[in-house]
């Protein structure tokens, strides 16, 4: 098949071995990977941040760069849902039908890496190797809007190597939410203290999920308390094997479950 | 009967009032000045206190939790609990559509069985008609059932003002009153107390443990603290002549009013004293008994967590002979036609104030009520107190989400508040005279993040941001606003050298 890899602007910019790492593994699996190079934002952050009308424009943009694209995916559980729940909405509102309408039409052939992994090439074993203590933390948007479900777990359960421990209040929001983490900024840490608290628990060395977003606050707070604990993209193990090991994961845990005496 | 005050002068509009992308039909938002829609500061900032207080965060995370699990319970096992939560949805957005209708048929009904309607545009009209309806009877106080709409309106104190007491009656609005509160939950009004408070509100101010012969032996049981309450409540219930009441469901087809409770306390209210006065927002009606059997098994379940609650009281108009003999039921716009003419906000009227958003909201489990400055507090509030006030004088609490989308999921009418949320955002930012900051970064990012050319510009310059780092990965904690909302708490990953673009064209050979 012919995978159109949608890096999203976060990715492209921030973590681009994320984007890297869905593309490895696409090809990997036998998959075609272009990457259409128009391409930039799917406006979630303006549109959530009160920014529909500018968002118009954004969104015209990724119509534009996507068109013609058989299939789409993307490496976040956020993006795709705004651009299945928000892109023709706000299109709509601006009185910009036809393209709202090529809008639906795109969401509808674009896939979360974990849904066209599980749904569409139907596989979940994906020959990855990863020999890691890994807790995985279901993200809301990829939770409740797109109802991935255990699509992510089967993938991660697949994998070579890799412990899968179980993050209590998994489906508790880790704070990030945009620019909630900076418009609410107490109020966005001290959720991700209890999350981070949660994942310290199950001495885990790396805490992994299908949004970079939310990692990079999960991560974030992590890396500032000194933790030792890594945040990884589901798609970073994916794609790794037993010839090219992520190359970011060598730290063990702060605290190692075996000499652990009082649980966190 | 039916009546509708003289009106002294316009209804003050809030700014904000008429709100793009909704026609404006000159409707009036809640007035300034009276009721608890509105907190004195942004929502940021009270939450900041009420993160520091660490007793406060174990309460609300202890009740929350226990709640929560217990609705779990409950609602996992009724099997068609989505088709009754679908049912929900359907009956309330039918009704609003026709709401005037509805009103009308009500007023017919309550009034054909000898009760009078009374018709408030706004909390001053409506604390002045139920003002003027005790003070009519010749009573100075009165005891009150649980009420949203009368906490909204204020009306404990237009009461005080004009000298009559009003004895709140539910347990937990009782610790508030008595404590000189403000509740901060929908259902638990006092769920930011624990038992050991509660102890110490109570040995202060019920009149029983005071003097110097009074038994001040009073354990922090649950038991021993309710029956303190049950014999300072009984002597009031018994000595009072007025009752005032709001009311979860009226049925218009019969002029039926529906309080549930727990506590049988608010079926002493509406059965003992002689004068019945019920405030209820115009949103609260069903059109058919029928529409009762769907909301009542909603209802409890997404509460308190219980399949059935204990008490639940209907009565229709007067019966002679037999409970209050003189019954005003005063219906309550304050704002809410307001919320009904907006195409995407008007959902948040399809509230039957369960609370099942506020216990599973991570926000509201560390900020608690208070902060969001409302009696409506929590995901709903966040959505209804910015719509019933105009979204300019509650701008920051749209903002008081990270849109997880707990709420929705948790809703037993499924009102989508994400949703809500992000269109009440976009209605503040819309309604913005001058141009900020902030909007100035947005719109400069829109026009670069809508021309791919001026995007790789833009992402080679954020990319510069790692001369700053000088090798280190991440950046530095101390960064200008508005980055350290985020470095106070987070590091900053230093950006790469190269974007995954960039790099991809290079290996491609473009």
Redesign the interface.
């Known amino acids: 098949m012919r995978v159109a890899l949608f ?1 999203t ?1 976060l ?10 790492a869905t ?1 490895r593994l696409l090809e990997r699996l036998g998959h075609e990977v272009v ?1 259409p ?5 799917c ?1 979630q952050m ?10 118009v ?2 969104v ?2 990724h119509v534009r ?1 996507f068109a013609g694209a058989e299939v789409i995916v993307s490496p976040s559980g956020s993006c795709v849902a705004s651009i299945h729940h ?1 892109q023709a909405m706000v299109l709509r ?1 601006a009185g910009e039908e036809q393209l709202a309408a090529e809008a639906e039409a795109l969401a509808e052939r674009t896939y979360e890496l974990s849904q066209f992994l599980v749904d569409v090439l139907g596989v979940t074993d994906v020959g990855a190797y990863y020999p890691h203590r890994v807790t995985y933390h279901p993200t ?2 990829s ?3 797109l109802r991935v479900g255990d699509r992510p777990l089967q993938l991660l359960r697949a994998v070579r190597g890799l412990e899968l421990v179980e993050l209590p209040a998994a ?3 880790c ?18 203290t209890d999350k981070m608290a949660n994942i310290l628990s199950t001495h885990a060395e790396v805490c992994t999920a299908g949004d970079a977003s939310c990692l ?2 999960i ?3 992590l ?2 308390l000194r933790s030792g604990t890594r945040t990884v993209h589901l798609a970073e193990i994916l794609a790794s094997t037993e010839d090219a090991v992520s190359p970011h994961q060598t730290t063990r845990p702060a605290i190692s479950a075996e000499t652990a005496e009082v649980p966190a | 009967m039916t009546t509708a005050p003289e009106r002294t002068g316009p209804t003050p509009l809030a700014p904000g009032a008429p709100r793009s992308g909704t026609t404006f039909l000159g409707l009036p938002t809640a007035p300034r000045g009276v009721g608890h829609l509105r907190g004195d500061r942004p929502f940021p900032d009270a939450a900041r206190d009420a993160l520091r207080d660490g007793q406060l965060r174990a309460n609300l995370g202890h009740a929350t939790s226990t709640i929560r699990a217990k609705r779990a319970r409950v609602v996992g096992e009724v099997p068609d609990w989505e088709a009754l939560r679908q049912a929900g949805k359907a009956l309330k957005t039918a009704t609003m559509a026709r709401l005037d209708e509805h009103l009308l048929e009500l007023e017919r009904q309550v009034t054909a069985r000898g009760g009078t309607v009374h018709w408030a545009r706004d909390a001053d009209e409506a604390n002045a008609i139920v003002t003027r309806l005790v003070q009519a009877t010749g009573t100075d106080e009165v005891v009150k059932v649980k009420s949203m709409a009368t906490q909204e309106i204020g009306l404990n104190e237009a009461l005080e003002a004009a000298g009559i007491t009003p004895h709140e009656t539910d347990l937990a609005e009782l610790i508030v009153q008595l404590g000189d509160d403000a509740p901060s939950h929908i259902l638990v009004p006092a769920i930011h107390k624990n038992r050991a408070e509660i102890r110490e509100i109570f040995l202060r101010t019920m009149p029983q443990f005071q003097g110097p012969d009074a038994d001040r032996d009073l354990p922090d049981e649950p038991r021993r603290l309710a029956m303190a309450a049950r014999t300072h409540l009984r002597e009031r219930f018994l000595r009072a002549k007025v009752a005032i009441s709001g009311a979860n469901f009226a049925v218009a087809e019969t002029g039926t009013l529906a309080v549930v409770e727990s506590e049988g306390n608010g079926r002493m209210c509406l059965t003992l004293p002689q004068t019945l006065i019920t405030v209820m927002g115009i949103e609260k009606l069903v059109p058919t008994w029928r529409d009762l059997e769907v909301f009542l098994q909603l209802l409890p379940r997404s509460s308190t967590g219980e399949r059935m609650n204990p008490y639940t009281s209907m009565w229709t108009g007067v019966t002679p002979d037999d409970g209050p003999q003189e019954f005003h039921l005063v219906l309550l716009d304050n704002g809410r036609t307001a919320v009904l003419a907006d195409e995407v906000g008007r959902e948040a009227l399809h509230c039957i104030r369960c609370s099942a958003c506020l216990n599973v909201c991570p926000v509201y489990e560390r900020t608690g009520g208070h902060s969001y400055g409302s009696v409506y507090p929590g995901p709903i509030g966040a959505v209804l107190s910015p719509q019933l006030t105009g979204v300019e004088d509650n701008a920051s609490l749209p903002y008081a989400s990270s849109l997880c989308g707990a709420c929705y999921d948790a809703c037993p009418v499924a009102i989508d508040i994400p949703s809500i949320l992000v269109h009440l955002r976009a209605e503040h930012v819309e309604a913005q005279e001058k141009l900020t900051p902030e909007a100035a970064a947005f719109k400069a990012l829109a026009k670069a993040m809508s021309n791919p050319r001026l995007w790789r510009l833009t992402q080679r310059a954020a990319g510069l941001g790692r001369l700053l780092a000088r090798g280190k990965p991440t950046m530095p904690p101390v960064l200008p606003p508005p980055a350290s909302g985020w470095t106070r708490s987070r590091d900053l990953p230093t950006p790469p050298r190269e974007t995954f673009t960039q790099a991809w064209a290079r290996e491609h050979g473009r």
């Open positions: 890096a602007c990715v492209d910019t921030v973590a681009p071995q994320v984007a890297m593309a990457v190079p128009g391409q930039a934002c406006g303006h549109v959530n941040t009160g920014y529909r009308r500018e968002a424009p954004i015209a943009n760069a928000q509102r809301c948007h939770l409740r809007l489906e508790q929001c704070g990030f939410g945009g620019t909630f983490s900076i418009k609410n900024s107490d109020t966005s840490t001290a959720m991700l990079m606050h991560g974030g707070g890396s500032r």
